[in-house]
Nanobody, 124 residues
Framework: QVQLVESGGGLVQAGGSLRLSCAAS????????MGWFRQAPGKERDIVGAITRSGASTYYADSVKGRFTISRDNAKNTVYLQMNSLKPEDTAVYYCAAQLSFRLLTTAPEYDYWGPGTQVTVSS
């Protein structure tokens, strides 16, 4: 089992940047595929990006391609989401998720473990 805690959210102006971090407990972090999701009020929880347990493969939603970068540091049990050129429509609660898998997982039902989320607000 793994426990996840996100940090790095906040209020930023459009065009700005934020870096989210997700710290995981446990000694087997490198066995987990990781994902970042977001949920705006009244909307479903959508994939933002995903990364395999080795970090060799990544996936991005079309809406964030070229602006967001997912990465991980297995020595620090942490996955990151670098968000650049932020837009008001990026405003949401951002969640990290983990699942024991060697695959690249891109849908919410594939993940068993979730953090509590961190709010990102982008002002226009």
């Amino acid at each position: 089992q793994v426990q996840l805690v996100e940090s790095g959210g906040g209020l930023v102006q459009a065009g700005g940047s934020l870096r989210l971090s997700c710290a995981a407990s446990g000694r087997t972090f490198s066995s987990y595929a990781m994902g970042w999701f977001r949920q705006a009020p009244g909307k479903e929880r959508d994939i933002v990006g995903a990364i395999t347990r080795s970090g060799a493969s990544t996936y991005y939603a079309d809406s964030v391609k070229g602006r967001f970068t997912i990465s991980r540091d297995n020595a620090k049990n942490t996955v990151y989401l670098q968000m650049n050129s932020l837009k008001p429509e990026d405003t949401a609660v951002y969640y990290c998720a983990a699942q024991l898998s060697f695959r690249l997982l891109t849908t919410a039902p594939e993940y068993d473990y979730w953090g509590p989320g961190t709010q990102v607000t982008v002002s226009s």
